[in-house]
């Protein structure tokens, strides 16, 4: 009965751990909407410009060491050597301590350095305050860690959730005051930016307060033998390669705040409206975000299946799951990519305000089904102990960017960073899928899979168009501006999803059973087998 109790409360904790991570990646993405609507164009290209520093810290934090601590308590425990446990802890803690002091000092010296590389020297005292939050890393790391390692999910999803909301909670009404208080938008940003260390404290506040009273002696003495170099070493790869895929989508972002306003001034562009520009570029990061959320949701849930199967000597073992998540996030994937380039001149206006350079954020948006791909691909491969080919593909694909913004931007503008965005992760992709096809050959869909997306995605496109042009011109004609594109967006958008979906039912792309493996599966396959019922 206590077996049965404790799986139970398991499998409670996974599935709150799984809705806090969609509902942190929903509130990371939704909240810029708002703050870019208070601050404009420059006062989100100030935020965007630190912001990707400050995101891949507290990745590499919540992520990676996180996950690596856990891992090594988690095996030494099953071997029952809590001496081992309590060393892993007492190693870790003190090493990224030391670790985040040196990036914190790093950050604090270098930020005249780097705010003069980026082309801004007002962004320096932003990069010192948005440092602050390197600080929380040992504290937050082990904290999550010694949840993960004793399978007490529901306190970790529950304190992951309230982080997020104190961070964008702090961010949106600081911002708020500030910018009355001093109509200064460096100022609004750094109190937007010093919202992470307020969230990560939230954090840490709820997790100490939920550890049992051993739990919190972490410096007690140890008689394990396991050598402090083996802690680091296993600690610091272990971490690298649970957070790449997470950190690659930052790391474009960094490559751009380091890059791109230089090379717009560099064409000729003033320096106010570089930072302009730069600002309305950045509206397609929350739209990037948004777009891969239910894309991932719906692919990711059969990984776990593909880890297990992969280990199977008989049978298909992991293939035909692996297909079936890469059919599930190339539909839902080139769905988003396709409908956001559709409506994005009623979406930028409707969330942002004005239609600017919506034909950039259409082409960036493009990056919704390579990310996708490329995300689900990292954890497939991972799960299977493949890592550093693919991370290698990974390194390549930014290098790429670099060039390619160096390049495309002198001869395209602001456009060129969107393309060198898409092809870096062509590139990332194409390698990636060279690995993925080097432990599985078999073709992960037939030809009639593409056919029926191509159907989908024309008939989608054609009704789309065809109802915008008509609401534009005629239905919606006599409202404001930005009520009409809000009015366009939510037809136009409810309509694509129901032609999409339809067509992809009515041709049974995804079989019933099929269905049942996702999220939300069973009424998607109930209203398949309803569509597809003979008549008579």
Do not use: H
Not at 39 to 66: H, K, L, N, R
Not at 207 to 233: A, C, M, N, Q, Y
Not at 461 to 468: D, H, L, R
């Amino acid at each position: 009965m206590s077996t049965q109790w404790k799986m139970s409360s398991y499998m409670k904790g996974a599935a709150m751990l799984t809705i806090s991570a969609l509902v942190i990646k929903l509130l990371s993405a939704v909240y810029r909407v708002p703050f870019q609507n208070m601050v404009g164009d420059e006062g989100f290209y100030i935020y965007q410009q630190i912001y990707p520093f400050i995101g891949m810290i507290t990745t590499w934090t919540s992520v990676g060491f996180a996950v690596a601590l856990a891992k090594l308590m988690s095996d030494y425990r099953a071997q029952g050597d809590e001496a081992t446990v309590q060393k892993i802890k007492q190693v870790g803690f003190t090493y990224i301590g030391l670790l985040s002091v040196v990036i914190f000092l790093l950050f604090i010296l270098g930020a005249d350095w780097l705010a003069a590389t980026m082309g801004d020297t007002k962004l320096a005292p932003l990069l010192r305050i948005g440092a602050v939050v390197i600080l929380a890393m040992p504290f937050l790391a082990l904290l999550k860690s010694i949840y993960q390692s004793t399978e007490r999910l529901t306190p970790l999803a529950l304190s992951q959730v309230v982080e997020q909301a104190v961070r964008v909670g702090f961010i949106l009404v600081g911002a708020l005051l500030v910018l009355q208080w001093t109509n200064d938008l460096y100022a609004t940003g750094a109190v937007a930016l010093f919202g992470a260390s307020v969230g990560e404290a939230a954090g840490i506040v709820l997790l100490g307060w939920w550890l049992t009273k051993d739990e919190r002696r972490l410096f007690t003495k140890t008689t394990s033998t396991l050598s402090t170099r083996s802690i680091v070493r296993d600690l610091t790869w272990i971490s690298i390669s649970a957070s790449i895929s997470s950190l690659f989508f930052l790391m474009l972002q960094l490559i751009d705040s380091l890059t791109v306003m230089n090379q717009l001034t560099v064409i000729g562009m003033d320096l106010q409206q570089a930072k302009e520009t730069k600002g309305i570029y950045d509206r397609v990061q929350p739209l990037i975000q948004m777009g891969i959320v239910v894309t991932t949701s719906l692919a990711f849930a059969l990984v776990p299946l593909i880890a297990s199967r992969s280990k199977q000597q008989q049978g298909r073992g992991a293939m035909p799951f692996i297909q079936l998540s890469y059919r599930v996030a190339v539909l839902f994937g080139s769905a988003a990519a396709v409908g956001l380039i559709l409506t994005m001149p009623y979406v930028n206006e409707t969330l942002f305000q004005t239609r600017d350079l919506s034909e950039v954020l259409m082409v960036g948006s493009g990056q919704v089904l390579w990310l996708s791909l490329i995300l689900l691909f990292m954890a497939i491969l991972q799960g299977v102990g493949r890592i550093w080919r693919p991370t290698a593909w990974l390194v390549v694909a930014l290098i790429v960017k670099v060039v390619g913004n160096s390049l495309l931007i002198a001869n395209y503008g602001i456009l060129g960073a969107a393309l060198a965005g898409n092809i870096a992760m062509v590139v990332a992709l194409a390698g990636i899928v060279y690995e993925l096809k080097r432990q599985w050959p078999e073709a992960l869909a037939g030809m009639s899979f593409y056919a029926g997306l191509a159907l989908s995605l024309v008939v989608m496109t054609g009704t789309v168009v065809a109802v915008e042009v008509l609401l534009d011109s005629v239905v919606l004609d006599a409202l404001p501006s930005r009520l009409q594109a809000l009015g366009i967006t939510l037809i136009s958008v409810t309509l694509g999803v129901v032609v999409f979906l339809t067509i992809t039912m009515k041709r049974q792309m995804l079989r019933p059973k099929e269905w049942y493996l996702l999220p939300f599966g069973k009424r998607l396959a109930g209203v398949q087998l309803l569509l597809n019922r003979k008549k008579g």
